[in-house]
């Protein structure tokens, strides 16, 4: 009987082949050509004459922190390029956005959306870790027929004059945030960037997008291992 029961019991290799894997995909550079949340910031500022006085304003402040932090200049140009947009608005805006995005011709990555459906296809979790802001990429996922996507990204709060960064979703952060959510392990993480080591450290396999030889050499030096290449158009 003992004999029976083992022959019917799967051994560890066929559960562990069976079992859904976890996949990681960066947005910006590896689905979307480009930084999506740049393009509408341009946006923004090319639709009003307000934020571009607002911008001329801020660029004394600008050049004072810019020397000292990169991330506050950033973080400037963007809260003036949402003067005014409160949570609704910018819903509306940023869906508007994402509507008109999905339809610029090669705008996304062709290569890195079929990589994405085939994980789906196999029964993959696949979850969307970006620095993208999260209202904005959930849009234009929905748009592109991938609304019940699992997304970790940035996000904003209201503030008086306007929707605010609450937290830029980059590097260390997307553990974190991985986390929160209860990912301990992934099977395979795709980037295009070294801001993403973090994220491609813990993988079983570090997938870089579009990589140059030089950025390829830089990864692997600071994973410590091989990693593969993929030229996605």
Same mark, same amino acid.
């Given at each position: 009987m003992a004999t029976v029961e083992k022959e019917l019991m799967p051994d #560890? #290799? +066929?559960v562990a082949a069976t079992a859904a894997r976890t996949v990681l995909f960066d947005f910006d550079g590896v689905l979307i050509h480009g930084d999506a949340f740049s @393009?509408?910031? &341009? +946006?923004c500022y090319e639709r009003s004459l307000l934020r571009k006085l #607002? =911008? %001329? @304003? $801020?660029l004394p402040w600008i050049a004072l922190v810019l020397p000292f932090s990169r991330k506050q200049a950033a973080r400037t140009l963007v809260h003036v $390029? @949402?003067?005014g947009l409160n949570e609704r608005r910018y819903q509306a805006v940023a869906q508007a956005f994402a509507a008109s995005l999905v339809r610029r011709p090669r705008q996304f990555s062709r290569d890195g959306l079929l990589a994405l459906r085939r994980h789906q296809a196999e029964g993959d979790r696949v979850i969307v870790v970006t620095g993208c802001e999260q209202v @904005? %990429?959930?849009?234009? /996922?929905d748009q592109l027929g991938l609304g019940g996507i699992e997304v970790l990204a940035s996000q904003l709060r209201p503030g008086i004059l306007g929707m605010r960064v609450r937290l830029h979703n980059l590097g260390q952060r997307k553990l974190v945030r991985l986390g929160e959510l209860g990912v301990k392990e992934w099977h395979v993480a795709y980037s295009d960037s070294l801001v993403d080591v973090p994220m491609l450290k813990p993988a079983g396999e $570090?997938? /870089?997008v579009n990589g140059t030889p030089k950025l390829c050499k830089k990864m692997e030096k600071a994973? =410590? &291992?091989t990693i593969t290449r993929v030229e996605w158009f």
């Amino acid at each position: 009987m003992a004999t029976v029961e083992k022959e019917l019991m799967p051994d #560890a #290799a +066929e559960v562990a082949a069976t079992a859904a894997r976890t996949v990681l995909f960066d947005f910006d550079g590896v689905l979307i050509h480009g930084d999506a949340f740049s @393009l509408l910031m &341009r +946006e923004c500022y090319e639709r009003s004459l307000l934020r571009k006085l #607002a =911008g %001329v @304003l $801020a660029l004394p402040w600008i050049a004072l922190v810019l020397p000292f932090s990169r991330k506050q200049a950033a973080r400037t140009l963007v809260h003036v $390029a @949402l003067l005014g947009l409160n949570e609704r608005r910018y819903q509306a805006v940023a869906q508007a956005f994402a509507a008109s995005l999905v339809r610029r011709p090669r705008q996304f990555s062709r290569d890195g959306l079929l990589a994405l459906r085939r994980h789906q296809a196999e029964g993959d979790r696949v979850i969307v870790v970006t620095g993208c802001e999260q209202v @904005l %990429v959930s849009h234009i /996922l929905d748009q592109l027929g991938l609304g019940g996507i699992e997304v970790l990204a940035s996000q904003l709060r209201p503030g008086i004059l306007g929707m605010r960064v609450r937290l830029h979703n980059l590097g260390q952060r997307k553990l974190v945030r991985l986390g929160e959510l209860g990912v301990k392990e992934w099977h395979v993480a795709y980037s295009d960037s070294l801001v993403d080591v973090p994220m491609l450290k813990p993988a079983g396999e $570090a997938v /870089l997008v579009n990589g140059t030889p030089k950025l390829c050499k830089k990864m692997e030096k600071a994973l =410590g &291992r091989t990693i593969t290449r993929v030229e996605w158009f």
